[in-house]
């Protein structure tokens, strides 16, 4: 896992969390927390430097300057409201909503 892989998929993504790219390398499991502290390092290296800034402080996202975050929202499918995700996963803006979905889809089931 060398920096330059890694800044080829910020490069690529340009408006990223750092799981986003940790997803994209696909790194094997064996080497997923060396990659994980290597993203880590070159992103704040890269953000100290002024290459990448930070776009929203929690969850972080980092981009180039100019880019805006609305490219890493998703639309939560309850409600429709735009959110950030935490990881990959994330498809409901809150717990509330996810406990709704689950709520309907039990009702589904029952009938």
């Known amino acids: ?21 940790l997803k994209e390398l696909n790194p094997p499991s064996f080497l997923r927390s060396y990659a994980k502290e290597r993203i880590r390092s070159l992103i704040n290296a890269q953000t100290r430097a002024g290459i990448l800034q930070v776009l929203n402080e929690d969850p972080p996202v980092f981009g180039f300057p100019g880019e805006s ?39 589904r089931m029952r009938r």
């Not at 890694?6 to 790219?21: A, G, H």
């Not at 890493?72 to 990881?87: A, D, G, L, N, S």
């Open 1 to 21: 896992m060398t920096d330059g892989k890694i800044w080829q998929v910020i490069l690529k993504l340009r408006v990223f969390t750092p799981w986003m790219v």
């Open 69 to 107: 975050v609305e490219k890493v929202k998703r639309e939560c499918k309850i409600c429709r409201k735009k959110f950030i995700p935490t990881q990959d996963s994330d498809q409901y803006c809150s717990d509330e909503c996810e406990r709704e979905y689950r709520k309907r889809l039990l009702e």
